[in-house]
């Protein structure tokens, strides 16, 4: 087994990022270069490769709730083996980066796999992994001792000691032997786990005050058409993502999900390899298949041994009857204007508490706008002419009547052509919404505070939280043209 390349990154809290130390060995990426081939992907610089592991790790963009590279269904992490996508002229996925997080450090090796990129062969069947993430474990023994604090100068110190301790336990890019403990005394020292083994997946111990957060986050997909001719389509998937700050080598953790007595059964659920056991019934639910009134409605329990970073315990889809926002949008020519009318209603089932609700209505292939004649019932209307953009600011609440209209007449008539697109030509056009809703899912599913369980030495701190999220919310103009589905919308 050999590494192609090591990487120590410090991090305050996602924030103050840097790479402390890295090293690329040539001999091994060499090797490398010769076993894949035409597949063969280069290690990039180091200032990409930070980046992409940030945002692998879920430490980029941390003010945002949901970004596609990291939190997207299709995208299903396998931590502590990631894979980077590679951008520019040596493109490509490098698998597997191996990445542990501990105190102020971030650890990260990529070891050369002896075997055919494609198929993809499982991850146990890789000694490389296992070996790397023992190495891993090794140098952070050495950085950081048993506990995950050291002041900056011992680690400095450390850290300029790394050089010469890669040089006798990893020569030329192949592992002899991981390093010794910083001080006798940390080898001797018990630790809480009593006589439990640690598994290579599980690379470092809290310790500290236990907390366990769970979020739930529903999102929902429409498209609206307002023509009985075209079939209104949308759907719902969900994520449960933990953080699990838990003393113990394999802490046990219960988290349950539980749906209203006439909710929908969840379907398409996948689980995160560290849930240990599942009753097969939850597994089986499909959305291709016709709901089944006497599928498995739940309580849906998610046992499990957590592991230190935050993951996606599971995902899941479900069938609602009605989206949460039925809308009606009708453009009309008049002279050298449109006539806009626009009708939007708040489904009686949903909480009607906002952390943000707006429409944007775009209009393209266009001169840019002149006269804009537009009143809205709610809110407020935002103007952006150089654009050919309306923005309707709904803020938290809908009016007690749950429904909202805009009404008025805009002209074309600038100096200049306003923005392009190939498909919204001639009354093809659309609106499309984006909203939170705090506090509710769609599908009525929750996670109980109290049902959460966790078997540790220290009782933990629960948190938990839900909310529902629109993605791809479009009402299109029922006067015009517009895309249709043939079937239902896929994930």
């Known amino acids: 087994m050999s590494v192609r390349a090591v990487w120590i990154i410090s991090?305050?809290?996602?924030?103050?990022?840097?790479?402390?130390?890295?090293?690329?060995?040539?001999?091994?990426?060499?090797?490398?270069?010769?076993?894949?081939?035409?597949?063969?992907?280069?290690?990039?610089?180091?200032?990409?490769?930070?980046?992409?592991?940030?945002?692998?790790?879920?430490?980029?963009?941390?003010?945002?709730?949901?970004?596609?590279?990291?939190?997207?269904?299709?995208?299903?992490?396998?931590?502590?083996?990631?894979?980077?996508?590679?951008?520019?002229?040596?493109?490509?996925?490098?698998?597997?980066?191996?990445?542990?997080?501990?105190?102020?450090?971030?650890?990260?090796?990529?070891?050369?796999?002896?075997?055919?990129?494609?198929?993809?062969?499982?991850?146990?069947?890789?000694?490389s992994v296992s070996q790397g993430l023992t190495l891993l474990a090794g140098l952070q023994t050495f950085l950081l001792g048993s506990g995950s604090m050291l002041d900056s100068e011992g680690l400095a110190s450390r850290l300029a000691m790394l050089p010469s301790v890669l040089m006798q336990v990893c020569p030329?890019?192949?592992?002899?032997?991981?390093?010794?403990?910083?001080?006798?005394?940390?080898?001797?020292?018990?630790?809480?786990?009593?006589?439990?083994?640690?598994?290579?997946?599980?690379?470092?111990?809290?310790?500290?005050?236990?907390?366990?957060?769970?979020?739930?986050?529903?999102?929902?997909?429409?498209?609206?058409?307002?023509?009985?001719?075209?079939?209104?389509?949308?759907?719902?998937?969900?994520?449960?993502?933990?953080?699990?700050?838990?003393?113990?080598?394999l802490p046990n953790v219960t988290v349950t999900l539980t749906l209203p007595p006439n909710g929908s059964p969840l379907q398409d659920i996948l689980v995160h390899p560290c849930v240990t056991s599942l009753d097969s019934s939850i597994l089986t639910a499909s959305s291709i298949d016709n709901c089944d009134s006497s599928a498995f409605s739940g309580p849906y329990k998610f046992p499990f041994s957590p592991p230190l970073e935050p993951f996606r315990l599971c995902s899941y889809t479900s069938q609602v009857p009605v989206p949460p926002i039925l809308g009606s949008y009708q453009l009309k020519e008049e002279e050298n204007q449109l006539r806009v009318s626009v009708n939007l209603k708040l489904h009686e089932s949903v909480k009607n508490s906002f952390e943000y609700c707006e429409a944007r209505l775009p209009f393209f292939n266009r001169d840019q706008m002149g006269v804009v004649d537009v009143k809205v019932s709610s809110g407020q209307l935002d103007?952006?002419?150089?654009?050919?953009?309306?923005?309707?600011?709904?803020?938290?609440?809908?009016?007690?009547?749950?429904?909202?209209?805009?009404?008025?007449?805009?002209?074309?008539?600038?100096?200049?052509?306003?923005?392009?697109?190939?498909?919204?030509?001639?009354?093809?056009?659309?609106?499309?919404?984006?909203?939170?809703?705090?506090d509710?899912?769609?599908?009525?599913?929750?996670?109980?505070?109290?049902?959460?369980?966790?078997y540790s030495s220290a009782k933990p701190r629960i948190i938990t939280c839900r909310e529902l999220q629109s993605k791809e919310y479009f009402i299109w103009n029922s006067t015009g043209s517009a895309p249709v589905s043939s079937g239902q919308m896929m994930l």
Not at 206 to 226: C, D, F, I, K
Not at 442 to 449: F, T
Request: some cysteine; proline content about 8%; glycine content about 8%.
């Open 383 to 438: 103007v952006f002419k150089e654009k050919n953009l309306l923005v309707w600011v709904l803020g938290q609440k809908f009016p007690k009547c749950r429904e909202v209209t805009m009404e008025g007449k805009i002209s074309f008539s600038g100096p200049t052509a306003g923005p392009t697109d190939p498909l919204c030509t001639e009354l093809t056009a659309y609106i499309k919404l984006y909203f939170k809703v705090p």
């Open 172 to 249: 030329l890019g192949t592992p002899l032997d991981v390093p010794l403990p910083g001080t006798p005394a940390t080898s001797t020292a018990p630790t809480p786990a009593g006589n439990q083994k640690q598994p290579a997946w599980k690379t470092g111990l809290h310790r500290g005050r236990a907390v366990v957060n769970v979020a739930l986050v529903e999102t929902v997909r429409s498209m609206q058409y307002g023509n009985r001719c075209r079939q209104d389509l949308w759907d719902v998937f969900g994520t449960v993502s933990c953080k699990c700050e838990v003393e113990g080598v």
């Open 11 to 127: 991090q305050e809290k996602g924030e103050n990022v840097s790479i402390r130390y890295s090293r690329r060995f040539a001999t091994v990426e060499h090797r490398a270069q010769s076993l894949t081939g035409s597949s063969y992907v280069a290690v990039p610089e180091d200032s990409t490769v930070l980046q992409l592991l940030l945002t692998e790790l879920g430490l980029s963009d941390s003010h945002k709730s949901y970004v596609v590279l990291r939190d997207d269904c299709v995208h299903r992490q396998q931590s502590p083996a990631l894979e980077l996508r590679v951008d520019g002229p040596g493109k490509g996925v490098l698998w597997p980066v191996l990445a542990i997080s501990q105190g102020p450090l971030i650890l990260a090796c990529l070891p050369l796999v002896d075997a055919p990129a494609e198929p993809r062969p499982p991850l146990a069947s890789l000694l």
């Open 440 to 454: 509710m899912t769609l599908s009525g599913c929750c996670v109980d505070q109290h049902s959460v369980q966790v």
